[in-house]
Every structure is written in structure tokens, then in C-alpha cells.
């Protein structure tokens, strides 16, 4: 009986038992790394794998790479270019899916989940279970009330109960909400029906659910001057308000009150994620492939042209060269983007160096920033100033 109760040492354990706790999805990059630098016995690779790994510990990566769903969404060709970048390490490579997948939600500190964005004279922050704005709220951007028109100071924002905001977005005139439901609420300048309440000419000065997708969960939104963009749990993108340059996506120029899908993306894939520039849209599928649409001043829609889209087009620079983008953002003039082993694409309008090419010349489709190869980025983002032009 005194030998039932004995302690049992890890290096005890069978060597397929261990393998099984470090791939079990509990532990990340850096932990599997510090196994390896500080234990003897994740340093081997136990002949499970003579061949092809060198450790235990890379083993377990290897492992939790294929599960990833990021990885898994990736072709062949890109799967093998990422491993190729991170030196044969699939610690490495786990590091990069692990960083992107967390830069893409709120970021976690020591005093719960954070989230901020900007519009052009408010600031939005989520914090823990609650979202704070401060700022400007002369058409009802800050979420008080009406009799509220500035706060110097972030002030809670009443939404309904157990209304858990898992993302945010705010443009100069309007801001959405997105909750743990799935529900998106909105609030701001309807004037041009982006907040997607119907034909209200009025301001919403306090976060209201958009009706018109009751019973459609949603987890991203993306707000532009005056137009909306909506991206279901589905991956499916629904859009409103403005659409004078086509931006919202439907193959005209009549603006919408309420949220409409856009048909085209049901034989086009799944969209995973969205982004919205001033006057025009990026949709990326789950095949890397990115979808722009709206307003091309500036290049901005990455064809070469100047050419308004009023329906979705793939863009075909990054198609030719086999390139699966996984993270996008728009700015008012220029956009980027990130691809699947880490490196950072420009274009648009290069005022200022805004592009970071070395020059100000204007880039009329996606060229890679030779300055950061040396980087493997796991995200991009913008702060648009759009104007009421």
C-alpha cells in the first residue's frame, strides 16, 4: 500500500504520455521553450520522431502548429516558406501563430482584457466587461446621451445587461459595438444611415442594436466615413449606409439603411477578416485571398488603377505571386497588409513616407517593405482622420 502512494517523477512518465501534456494546447511558444532550455528530458527527441525533430519539446510545436487554425487554413507552399523563415524551428513558427492570433482581439494585462480605437474626436476603450469613451460627442460618437456633448475623462458606456463587448470600431461620425452574443449596436450621425437603423435622419446618441440582424451572431465591424461593414461568425459581410463610391460592396451606388450581405462572397469563400478605408473596403477570405472594393483614389484598392470597384475583386498582385494574406488594414490614403510568413506590404498613396519605401512616390498596387524582412510582423493597424468632404 506505501508504494501506491509514492511520488512519480515526470522522467518516469511514457515518453507518447509527456508528448501528449505538451500538445494538449495549454501551453505556448515561450513555455515549450523554457522546458527545453531548463530540462534534460524535453531536450531528446525519446525515438518518436528520430528523423525529423531534434526534441521532444519540437515535437509537441509541430504538433500544435498542424491544430492551429490559423496554419491550417494556409496552402502547402505557404506552410513550408513560413517554417523556411523561422529556420526549420516550429517553436518559432508556433510563436508567429500564437502572436498574430493574439494581436487580433483584446490585448491581455494584468488588470483584465484591453481594446482601444479612435475616431477623430473620440477615443473608445475596452476594459475587463466594460467600454469607456471620452472625447468630442457632438453627433452622439461617445454612447452618454444626448445631454452629453464632451468628456475630458473616459466615462462608462450603459449597454444592456451582460453585454460582454468583444469589439469595437469608430469612425469621425459613428461607432459600433460588437458584444459576446453576437449583437451589434451602434450609435452616432445616422444622417447617412451608417449606423444601419433604417431611414432615421436623425442622431443615436445612445448604443442601439441594429435590428435588421437579429438572430445573425457577427464578431468583427469596421467603420468608415459614413458606411459600415459587418462580418458575421459565418463569414459572411453584411454593409450600410454611404455607398457613393460603391463601397458597400453590392454592384451600385445606392446607399442602404439597414445591413444587406453581400451575395457575391457566397461563391467567393469565407471571410475571416474585414477592413474599412475612408470610402472603400478589404474583405480577406480564408484562402489568403483579398477582396477590395469603393473608392480607388490613391491606388488605394491595390489594381493599379484608379478605378472604383462596385463589387468585390480579388487583388490579383498578391494572387500572381502565390502571397496568403492573413491581416489587413486601411487607411484613409494608403493601406497594408501582412502575409503568412510575416512580411508587410504597402500601397497607395506615399505622401510623407507614409508607405515606407524610402520616397514619397505613390504605389499604385502592394509592394513588399524590403526595411522590415528582416521582421516577421503579426500585425497592422491604422488611425484614420477621414474628413467631412
Given at each position: 500500500m506505501t508504494g501506491c502512494n509514492r511520488a512519480i517523477c515526470m522522467e518516469e512518465l511514457p515518453a507518447h504520455l509527456i508528448l501528449e501534456i505538451l500538445s494538449s494546447g495549454h501551453l505556448g511558444a515561450a513555455d515549450l521553450a523554457c522546458f527545453e532550455a531548463t530540462c534534460r528530458m524535453f531536450c531528446g527527441d525519446h525515438g518518436l520522431f528520430p528523423d525529423r525533430f531534434q526534441s521532444m519539446v519540437e515535437i509537441a510545436a509541430f504538433h500544435l502548429c498542424k491544430a492551429h487554425s490559423i496554419f491550417s487554413s494556409f496552402p502547402p507552399t505557404a506552410r513550408t516558406k513560413l517554417?523556411?523563415?523561422?529556420?526549420?524551428?516550429?517553436?518559432?513558427?508556433?510563436?508567429?501563430?500564437?502572436?498574430?492570433e493574439h494581436s487580433s482581439s483584446s490585448v491581455e494585462t494584468s488588470s483584465g482584457n484591453m481594446q482601444v480605437t479612435a475616431g477623430r474626436y473620440h477615443t473608445l476603450l475596452v476594459h475587463g466587461s466594460s467600454v469607456y469613451s471620452c472625447g468630442s460627442s457632438s453627433c452622439g460618437v461617445l454612447g452618454h446621451g444626448q445631454e452629453i456633448t464632451q468628456c475630458a475623462a473616459f466615462s462608462?458606456?450603459?449597454?444592456?445587461?451582460?453585454?460582454?463587448?468583444?469589439?469595437i470600431s469608430a469612425s469621425h461620425n459613428h461607432t459600433a459595438f460588437v458584444v459576446q452574443s453576437g449583437e451589434v449596436f451602434t450609435c452616432g450621425d445616422n444622417s447617412s444611415f451608417c449606423?444601419?437603423?433604417?431611414?432615421?435622419?436623425?442622431?443615436?446618441?445612445?448604443?442601439?442594436?441594429?435590428?435588421?440582424?437579429?438572430?445573425?451572431?457577427?464578431?468583427?465591424?469596421?467603420?468608415?466615413?459614413?458606411?459600415?461593414?459587418?462580418?458575421?461568425?459565418?463569414?459572411?459581410?453584411?454593409?450600410?449606409?454611404?455607398?457613393?463610391?460603391?463601397?458597400?460592396?453590392?454592384?451600385?451606388?445606392?446607399?442602404?439603411?439597414?445591413?444587406?450581405?453581400?451575395?457575391?462572397?457566397?461563391?467567393?469563400?469565407?471571410?475571416?477578416?474585414?477592413?474599412?478605408?475612408?470610402?472603400?473596403?478589404?474583405?480577406?477570405?480564408?484562402?489568403?485571398?483579398?477582396?477590395?472594393?469603393?473608392?480607388?483614389?490613391?491606388?488605394?484598392?491595390?489594381?493599379?488603377?484608379?478605378?472604383?470597384?462596385?463589387?468585390?475583386?480579388?487583388?490579383?498582385?498578391?494572387?500572381?505571386?502565390?502571397?496568403?494574406?492573413?491581416?489587413?488594414?486601411?487607411?484613409?490614403?494608403?493601406a497594408v497588409a501582412v502575409d503568412s510568413s510575416g512580411y508587410v506590404y504597402t500601397w497607395g498613396r506615399g505622401y510623407c513616407g507614409a508607405l515606407g519605401h524610402g520616397d514619397e512616390t505613390d504605389k499604385t498596387s502592394p509592394e513588399l517593405l524590403t526595411s522590415l524582412e528582416c521582421h516577421l510582423a503579426v500585425q497592422v493597424k491604422f488611425h484614420k482622420h477621414p474628413n467631412n468632404e
Open positions: 517554417l523556411d523563415r523561422c529556420g526549420g524551428n516550429w517553436k518559432k513558427v508556433l510563436k508567429f501563430l500564437q502572436s498574430v462608462r458606456i450603459s449597454l444592456p445587461s451582460q453585454s460582454f463587448v468583444t469589439h449606423c444601419g437603423h433604417g431611414e432615421v435622419g436623425h442622431a443615436i446618441f445612445r448604443p442601439t442594436r441594429i435590428e435588421a440582424l437579429k438572430g445573425i451572431p457577427c464578431k468583427q465591424v469596421a467603420t468608415g466615413l459614413s458606411f459600415t461593414v459587418i462580418l458575421t461568425t459565418q463569414g459572411q459581410v453584411y454593409t450600410c449606409g454611404s455607398n457613393a463610391h460603391g463601397q458597400l460592396g453590392h454592384g451600385d451606388t445606392v446607399d442602404r439603411p439597414t445591413p444587406r450581405k453581400i451575395e457575391l462572397f457566397e461563391g467567393l469563400g469565407h471571410v475571416v477578416q474585414i477592413a474599412a478605408g475612408a470610402s472603400y473596403t478589404f474583405a480577406v477570405t480564408d484562402d489568403g485571398v483579398v477582396h477590395s472594393f469603393g473608392s480607388c483614389t490613391n491606388f488605394c484598392l491595390g489594381h493599379g488603377n484608379q478605378h472604383d470597384e462596385l463589387v468585390p475583386r480579388a487583388i490579383e498582385s498578391f494572387k500572381m505571386r502565390n502571397i496568403h494574406i492573413i491581416r489587413i488594414a486601411a487607411g484613409d490614403e494608403h
